[in-house]
Structure formats: C-alpha cells, structure tokens
C-alpha cells in the first residue's frame, strides 16, 4: 500500500462550482498533515496545515480523520487560477522529511 | 516572509562535472532539507538537516554530497552525475515547532548531460 494515495484526477470543473478531493495515509504514526498546490514547472506552495478540528481559510476548508486516516480538502467558488495540482503531504514527526501523494490535477473551466 | 532562495535557476552539466547546488532561509529555520522531483512525479526527499547536522539520508547515491555550511546555507554538491539524476532539487525548511510547515524554494532545474 502506498504511503499516501490520492485519485489524480484530472478534475474538470466549472468556475464558480465546489470540487473536493480526498486522500488516505497508511502510517498511522504520522504527526502533520498539510495541502500544497503546485503549479506546472514551479516549487509545492503550501496551502494550508490540516486538523483534527477542521481548519477552514477562506473559500478552502481541510479535515483530518485520524480513526480513518483520512484527509479531505474542499474548494467552494472555485476560480481559474485555482487550476494546479493539489498534494496531500504527511510528516511522521519532528525533523522528518514529507512524504508527497502524487497529486490530484484540478483544471477549472470557464 | 516565507522566501527560500536557490541557485542557479537552471543547470546543465556533463557526467564528469563537478557543480554545488546552493539554498539559503533567513526565516530562522533550525531543519533544513533537499528534496529531487523527476516529471509528472511527486517530490521525493532525499536529505533532513536538523541543526546544522545530517539527520537523514534517504539512502542517497555518493555522488550528492549534502553540506549545511551554517543555519541559514544548504549546499548539494554534485560529481559524476548520470543523466537519470537529471530533475528539479528543490530545497525546504521548518521551524521544528508543530507543525513543522516546510517552505520550498523555487528550485533548480539539472540537465545532465
């Protein structure tokens, strides 16, 4: 089993709709979770850290499941620049590295 | 400001060369990492620098020789390169606070020739 498995999409949604995208982890010892996006040919860019309780910025809304270890992102009113490909990331704890999920292509159509 | 510097931007080298990738944070970041992204994949790493020492080392061929110069330097030094290590090296760092967020640099895009 892979260590973070993402669907890669690609999504293709209208501007203006909510698309949501989901990921699991198999280590249950993992400590962080965050969203980054990155855009073709550029560096990850972080999105946002995700909780237990739900961390919500802006139009973005993350939730972490840890019984399932589950991690979920939602994007409401979704715009166009909003196209790029959204990494799931787990950290095991401390200094450690990231481990990335392949990534899930969102591609939002006008 | 979450800025992470790398250069050069773009490099291209032949398999006898010797080159050094270099990355500097002036966040006060104690870890310090680099990572290597081939195409269509996603970032893999390959060295943690946690105070200025090696902490990890992903099993990393010889010929990438990670150096952590002080806390805000990271340095890849690169010899003998095959043209399969050709990719983006993207170097990272975080606070050792929770929850450890990691800002990226820009990257640098190696051609091996």
């Known amino acids: 089993r892979k260590e973070v498995e993402q669907d890669p999409g690609p999504f293709n949604v209208p501007e203006g709709a909510t698309v949501a995208f989901n990921c699991t982890y198999s280590?249950?010892?993992?400590?962080?979770f965050f969203w980054y996006r990155q855009d073709c040919r550029k560096e990850p860019k972080l999105l946002m850290s995700?909780?237990?309780s739900g961390n919500e910025d802006g139009r973005f809304t993350a939730q972490l499941n840890r019984a399932s270890q589950y991690i979920s992102l939602l994007i409401r009113d979704s715009k166009l620049s909003d196209s790029a490909t959204y990494l799931c990331?787990?950290?095991?704890?401390?200094?450690?590295?990231?481990?990335f999920g392949k990534g899930t292509h969102l591609i939002i159509q006008p | 400001d979450t800025e992470v510097t790398q250069t050069p931007k773009h490099l291209v080298m032949g398999m006898t060369n010797k080159k050094s990738l270099k990355c500097e944070q002036h966040?006060?970041?104690?870890?310090m990492y680099w990572y290597k992204q081939k195409a269509k994949k996603p970032p893999e790493l390959m060295f943690v620098?946690?105070?200025?020492?090696?902490?990890i080392n992903e099993s990393v061929p010889s010929r990438f020789s990670p150096e952590c110069p002080n806390s805000s330097l990271l340095n890849l030094h690169l010899h003998a390169l095959q043209p399969e290590d050709s990719a983006l090296y993207l170097c990272?760092?975080?606070?050792?606070?929770?929850?450890?967020?990691?800002?990226f640099g820009p990257g640098t895009r190696l051609t091996v020739t």
């Open positions: 995700v909780y237990s």
């Open positions: 990331v787990v950290r095991k704890g401390g200094a450690d590295g990231l481990t």
């Open positions: 280590n249950s010892a993992s400590q962080s």
């Open positions: 990272a760092s975080s606070h050792h606070s929770v929850p450890h967020e990691q800002y």
């Open positions: 620098y946690s105070y200025e020492k090696l902490s």
């Open positions: 966040m006060g970041h104690r870890a």
